[in-house]
């Protein structure tokens, strides 16, 4: 149940890291009869005063450089379809007003963009070579 994942610390460490004071996170994961792909669902609580529109800038804003990660247009979901085969994260976000959290849906293919992708994006960045050099074709098997 939330709370309880192995990769909890984890996640609340990167967070709590970037937002420079704790932060606390319920990940609860749901398997789906699949051979690849996450479709991660989270929230977080927002602080007052800020608007979904502020929301929607500073997030488009923090990725807007990084080439495989993407912002969809509003209205547009993510689906595991959509990154099959690929090193892309595709991810959308809404603003629940009433509770004052930010839900934030994110699809991966986890057999590309998991490890094995971000240790060729990593090893591309640490030899000064093009971040994407390697990880721009579809790879399906199965």
């Given at each position: ?116 992708g971000g240790a060729v994006q990593s090893m591309n960045i ?17």
């Amino acid at each position: 149940m939330g709370g309880g994942h192995r990769h909890t610390p984890e996640i609340e460490q990167g967070l709590s890291n970037a937002a420079g004071e704790p932060v606390t996170v319920s990940f609860t994961p749901t398997l789906a009869p699949m051979s690849r792909g996450i479709l991660s669902t989270a929230t977080a609580k927002v602080k007052a005063g800020v608007t979904a529109a502020e929301l929607r800038s500073a997030w488009a804003e923090a990725y807007d450089d990084e080439p495989f990660v993407h912002l969809l247009p509003e209205g547009q979901w993510p689906t595991t379809k959509s990154v099959q085969g690929s090193n892309h994260a595709v991810m959308q976000l809404a603003f629940d007003e009433h509770s004052g959290r930010v839900v934030v849906t994110c699809a991966i293919d986890n057999l590309t963009k998991g490890t094995a992708g971000g240790a060729v994006q990593s090893m591309n960045i640490a030899l000064g070579l093009d971040e994407s050099a390697g990880l721009n074709v579809q790879g399906v098997a199965p």
